[in-house]
């Protein structure tokens, strides 16, 4: 019943009204370019990892059916508004071809070998992303006047949220049936943060420059710049009590000890979202 109500009640693109684009304004933002069509790109590659993890869970029926019924879904939702967004504004930027060569390349990286070595580790990343992404898409909602944008930005860290939630909720299950320790859950928690600014968004980057600036591709500082401001909008707008508390919430830490260590983490954080 549950999953019925919140299939059903989960928003689609249609509902994005894009005549309220001021598009004469909006379309000299080169930064805001960059950071809607990256993020298009990464999203709609979530098919190539989602295979890799339904194979991973595929004897946990419950698991693997939400990550292809719902999780892959509104994923792929996400990639198609953002690039509706973008075609609606920059209709000259050749988003397939772009796309197509960013897949060429984006697609060896989801590889089965980078999963977490348990499938209850493999929850703890899978949090770790869904934090990162939902921290993403909140700043890009607080850092734009755009309505649309603002709206759309909201939606889907209001999903990633959700899916955050059921990975949560799937981790608690392997936590106990795998008798999983605090230093191993660290351990995952680590890894997957010191990667969450990983070469996705760098890959993504550079074949949008390749496609908008062909004069431009693989100019490293082009690519510096851009990378630079995209990352100061962001950092600007960033919740991060919010983004602590989800990545922590799996080492289940007594109330003392998680405001000990929380101060830490956060500097851990800052520095994981400002290199």
């Known amino acids: ?50 295979q890799n993890l339904v194979d991973y869970y595929g004897d946990e029926p419950e698991i693997s059916s939400w990550l292809r019924e719902q999780w892959e879904v509104e994923e792929l939702q996400h990639g198609q508004a953002l690039r509706a967004y973008v075609e609606h504004i920059w209709p000259e930027f050749d988003w397939p071809v772009a796309y197509a060569n960013f897949l060429s390349e984006y697609s060896s990286y989801c590889k089965v070998e980078l999963l977490e070595p348990s499938k209850g580790l493999e929850m703890v990343a899978r949090c770790v992303v869904e934090a990162g992404t939902a921290t993403f ?6 850092s734009t006047s755009e309505p649309v944008l603002k709206d759309l930005a909201s939606r889907i860290a209001k999903d990633e949220v959700n899916h ?3 990975f949560f909720r799937y981790f608690r299950r392997f ?16 890894r997957r943060t010191m990667e969450m600014k990983n070469e996705d968004a760098a890959c993504a980057l550079r ?17 510096e710049r851009i990378h ?14 919010m983004t602590i508390k989800m990545i922590m919430r799996p080492l289940d830490l007594p109330p003392a000890v998680q405001t000990m260590v929380a101060y830490p983490v956060t500097q ?4 994981v979202f400002l290199r």
């Not at 936590?175 to 680590?190: K, V």
């Not at 630079?228 to 009590?241: F, G, Q, V």
Request: glycine content about 6%.
């Open 175 to 190: 936590r106990q049936n795998e008798g999983l320790r605090r230093h191993r859950i660290f351990g995952a928690l680590r």
């Open 207 to 223: 074949h949008v420059l390749g496609t908008r600036s062909p004069a431009h591709a693989g100019d490293l500082a082009t690519l």
């Open 137 to 142: 898409y909140g700043a890009l909602s607080r």
């Open 1 to 50: 019943m549950h999953k019925g109500r919140e299939e059903s009640t989960h928003w689609k693109i249609a509902d994005l009204d894009f005549s309220k684009i001021d598009i004469a304004q909006v379309r000299p933002d080169e930064n805001l370019f960059y950071l809607v069509t990256c993020a298009s790109f990464v999203e709609s590659g979530s098919d190539l990892y989602t």
């Open 164 to 166: 955050y939630k059921h």
């Open 228 to 241: 630079s401001k995209m990352n100061t909008t962001i950092r600007a707008h960033l919740s991060a009590d």
């Open 268 to 271: 851990i954080m800052n520095k």
